[in-house]
């Protein structure tokens, strides 16, 4: 795992809500549009849920998340 990706999942472990990519790549110090990438990479892989209702899509960690990170 790369050491951005390892910076998404363990934030979003940390913070345990719904965040927004743009929020995302503030915390973890990549540009939006690399963390966005990162973001829909582990939606397909299942680490990552994603919420598209209001307009900006926002992610949380799955338990598939958390056991990958763990494994890492």
């Not at 939606?43 to 990170?69: H, K, M, S, W």
């Amino acid at each position: 795992m790369k050491d951005a990706e390892k910076a998404v999942l363990k934030l979003l472990e940390d913070a345990d809500i719904w965040l927004s990519a743009s929020n995302i790549a503030r915390n973890v110090g990549y540009s939006k549009g690399y963390v966005r990438s990162i973001c829909k990479k582990f939606v397909q892989d299942g680490y990552l849920e994603i919420d598209e209702t209001g307009g900006n899509p926002f992610y949380r960690i799955t338990d598939a998340g958390r056991e990958y990170l763990e494994s890492e």
